[in-house]
């Protein structure tokens, strides 16, 4: 067989393109996930970490005592799209406030399901399925109380009178203002937030006490129900706000720290206020699920607002 000969005058043009091509490979960054499993198959995250400060509640509003609070948060490898990476809140469950192993990112516990939410958080931030839409994470810790860490939402009194009605609008100004890096990373107008037991009903919180911009785009809530609901003690409002955000839940029916009835009653409620909510309910308990990944997940519910 001949070989094929170029035309002298074709041999620069083609090896001109040649090397563009390899020099476009060559220039393109290798990806890096923010999280890989370790040795047991658990993922495992990078994150950043601040103290948080705010002033605490008092009878005249925010002008108590500094208060700090933890806030540990992470943004995917690359550069941001137009208007920074949308934002993804998640709330912690009740945990031991002498706990020092707990942080969301890290954990690598079996309890709770928590191997799931590792794996929820990856797929937020590191977006394996391939869809074209990542997320900045950012994890506050609740203040501890009794012992334990969780949040204001469903305790007794008012809330606007308690430390996260004051912690929340301080964190959200300095997200945007730059103590958490170059606010060109965060899109604050478009927010999401998830969060299991305590954590869920402080997901509802965000659509009751914090949307008067209607920022937030979706939520998600696990094991749990509206914001002022503790248990099988809840009373869901007739009326919920005009402007709540899109809400999907996953809940199990075995579940005997927040009966299931109790987030069905939220689900009709949204229903019949023509406010686009979805349930998943399953056979477990009161734990994160294999339902949060993949095509019936958080981050898929989120993809689509």
């Known amino acids: 067989m001949n070989a094929v000969k170029l035309s002298p005058s074709l041999q620069p043009a083609l090896l001109g ?3 563009l091509a390899i020099g476009l490979l060559a220039a393109k960054p290798a990806h890096a996930d ?15 970490e601040r103290t948080q400060s705010f002033s605490s509640a008092g009878l005249l509003g925010c002008l108590g005592g500094k208060g700090t609070r933890s806030v540990r948060w992470q943004v995917p490898e690359g550069t941001p799209p137009a208007g920074g990476w949308p934002v993804v809140f998640f709330y912690q469950g009740t945990v031991p406030a002498s706990d020092p192993a707990y942080t ?3 954990i690598t516990r079996t309890a709770f399901g928590a191997r799931y939410l590792q ?8 977006d394996p399925a391939g869809t074209g839409k990542r997320y900045a994470v950012i994890a506050p810790e609740a203040a501890a109380s009794l012992g334990l ?9 008012t809330y606007a009178l308690k430390d996260d009605a004051c912690f929340f609008p301080q964190l959200f100004k300095d997200v945007s203002g730059g103590a958490y890096g170059a606010p060109s990373q965060f899109n604050m107008s478009k927010r999401f937030a998830y969060g299991i037991s305590s954590g869920g009903y402080n997901t509802s919180r965000m659509a009751v006490s914090f949307n008067q911009d209607s920022n937030w785009a979706a939520l998600a809530v696990v094991s749990a129900s509206y914001a002022t609901c503790a248990g099988p003690l809840c009373s869901v409002p007739s009326v919920l706000p005009s402007n709540h955000p ?10 005997v720290i927040v009966p ?3 987030m069905r009653t939220y689900f009709d409620r949204l229903s019949q206020q023509g406010i686009e909510t979805e349930k998943v309910e399953n056979s477990g308990g009161h734990a994160f699920t294999a339902d949060v990944l993949g095509t019936s997940g958080i981050k898929a519910w989120f993809d689509r607002h």
């Open 119 to 126: 794996a929820s958080l990856h797929e937020l931030l590191d």
């Open 149 to 157: 860490r969780f949040w204001d939402t469903n305790k007794l009194g």
């Open 34 to 48: 923010r999280c890989k499993p370790n040795t047991s198959g658990a993922m495992v995250c990078t994150y950043q």
């Open 17 to 19: 393109v040649f090397t």
């Open 260 to 262: 299931i009835g109790t």
């Open 104 to 106: 969301p990112f890290t």
């Open 246 to 255: 899109p809400t999907k839940f996953y809940h199990g029916t075995a579940d």
